[in-house]
């Protein structure tokens, strides 16, 4: 991108409107009364970043309508920090709508599909609201179940025969289990689609990892990734060539970013950046979301010349160093989710005396001084490189600490 290419119109219109109506971008732009419509981008690129923080200290500074006009009031989820509020207009709720009727339709869902969700509508989510609205923009059905409680997910998938199921990928692997032990035949349902939230299926070169492979070993299904975030209101979603996560660039401005602020090259990874488009209750401008990534812009197999973005690496706030070893929270995930046995397991990583990071992780106890936990201790030693302290627990008491009923995805991890 050379920088002094013209930035779009869309983005001269968002940053007009956030100096007209955003108390926060008025303070932080001070000095910028009026946006020329021949802002290049090395004009673009000097702007301030927002970050979480900014958010959750300036929450209320960020509406840009009066608050009667908020339709709706959703938060984030609170991995990043303590949640913070993203006001909705009427016009967001639209957006909102197409956003993921568009995101839906790259995944093969169409007019006519009933679709089972099994992420909760409640507690101020922003997908839950975001898929029903964009399953009713397509003219499909919905059954909203909700998440967990596998009896009550099988019993509608035998009853209401959905095509297409939205769900965190490692629930999968609890119906899986649930199916497997009642009889419930995973090769003759109507389930044919899973669109993934929340837990990356992929790995760098868009092959199935060891999560995604576990699910379509016992499962003849196509898995199809998405990323997204609550403060962005956009879903970055996987079509058909599945390499990738397409953007939506009538709804979002992307930007993928090193260490120096600078953009990577096609293919690296960087930090994603992004500005929100045609957004009136909470615009966000230059909005570090703390996710890292590879971007593609080469034209997809699709057709589409959208760019798109590769499975989130880690989080630049969840970088863990121990003895020497620095690691992503994946990279975990990746020892433990291949292994059958392993029903469930939680990491907690904590600080010694020296603010050493140290690292726990909960097992179910039947696998303690068993053949299997010793096969668990060689694949951290190889592919880790360390071995953790582990504690063993009921397995019922570690899915409580995973499946907390107070939040709406799976916490794998915790830092404390």
Known sequence: MQTQQLIPEALTQTLTY????????KKTFKGINTVSSELSFHEWRKLPFTCKDDLSENNLDFL?????????????????????????????????????????????????????????????????????????????????????????????????????????????LILIDYAKKNGIGLLDNSVETIVCIGESIRDDKFNLNVLGNRITKDWNVNLYSTYACTEMATAFTECHAQQGCHLNENLLFLEVLDENGNEVEDGEEGEIVITTLVTTGTPLVRYKTGDIAKRFTK??????????????????????????????????????????????????????DFQNDLITILLQKELMDSTIFKLIVEKCQSRLKFIPTFKFEDLELIQAQVYKKNLRKPEKIVFI
């Open 64 to 172: 840009a309508v009066p608050m009667s006009e908020i339709a709706d009031f959703v938060t984030t989820s609170g991995t990043m920090g303590d949640p913070v509020t993203i006001y909705l207009s009427r016009l967001d709720l639209k957006r909102l709508a197409i956003n993921e009727r568009d995101s839906l339709s790259l995944a093969g869902v169409k007019e006519g599909d009933l679709v089972q969700l099994m992420t909760t509508i409640d507690r101020q989510f922003m997908a839950g609201i975001a898929y029903y609205m964009g399953i009713q923009e397509l003219k499909a059905g919905i059954i909203r179940i909700g998440p967990g409680v596998p009896e009550l997910q099988w019993t509608s998938i035998l009853k209401y025969k959905p095509r297409v199921l939205i769900a965190v990928p490692s629930f999968i």
């Open 299 to 352: 034209i997809c197999s699709c057709g589409s010349g959208s760019p798109r973005l590769g499975p989130i690496v880690g989080r630049k706030n969840q970088m863990i160093k121990y003895k020497g070893t620095t690691i992503f929270p994946q990279t975990i995930f990746d020892v433990f989710d291949v292994i059958v046995e392993v029903l469930c397991y939680k990491i907690i990583v904590s600080k010694d």
């Open 18 to 25: 956030v100096l007209q109506n955003s108390n926060f971008y």
